[in-house]
């Protein structure tokens, strides 16, 4: 069972509604990721065009990406939006709702290697919560863990109880999707000062690094004015657009400061 930190969602939040019944005025879900509680799809919300069978659009037990409209914790309702939801939304959610049941079984897994009577809950609040606040999401938090091969958890606040379970769990189940791609830097610049702006140059490539987006940069001097880039991203379509990304901006502050600049994929 996923879970959210907060008890109820944000308006304009993205969130995965389970239709559990349909009526002539709109579809009720429950929200799994908060605790089951039910919003409602009013027709006007289910789809742009005109609406004669919401059955036509879903269906019972189906799960739809849903845009949060209002929220009244007080009335306990909520409303939603199927059709203010586009196709890269629902991808992105649905991608996002993949990642979150695998550290939710994971998570089961620990509580039940723990066996001291921890539950799900606790196991949300005594290490996930931690690990969502430090790199984003639980699953990132895990393969951040294994990216950087930590070995004391109890260093970034996850209790001893829980530590080594949890990294016997990261060890053995979570794989780090990685792709490298390369490509070399010819760079020569003829102000007084060329030294220092192909220095700033290289260093706004570097800044490029992103833990969290298992962004990796790495840049060395083959001989000066050939300076090498290696590369690593979880698939090639990050890796190309950031690689893209970086030789512009570094080719960029070399022909800005009265420089040449080339670059060429290896």
Known sequence: MVLKQKEWPNPGELVIGKVVSIEKHGAYVTLEEYNNKEGLIHISEIASSWVRNI???????????????????????????LRRVNQNQKKEKRKEWKRAQKADGLLNLAVKMVNQGKTIEDAYKEVGWILEDKYGDIYT????????????????????????????IINQYIEIPSVSISGEFILRSFAPNGIEIIKSALEKAENFNDEKKMISVKIISVGAPKYKIDLEAPNYKIA?????????????????????AQFSRE
């Open 55 to 81: 059955r036509n659009f879903v269906k019972e037990k189906q799960r739809v990406v849903l845009k949060v409209i209002n929220v009244d914790p007080r009335k306990g309702h909520i409303n939603l939006s």
């Open 141 to 168: 938090g895990f393969e951040t863990i294994k990216k950087k091969k930590m070995q004391d958890l109890t260093k970034i606040g996850i209790p001893k109880i829980w530590a080594g379970p949890i990294l016997e």
């Open 240 to 260: 190309e657009t950031i690689l893209s990304d970086i030789s512009k901006t570094v080719i960029d502050e070399i022909v800005n400061n009265n420089g040449i």
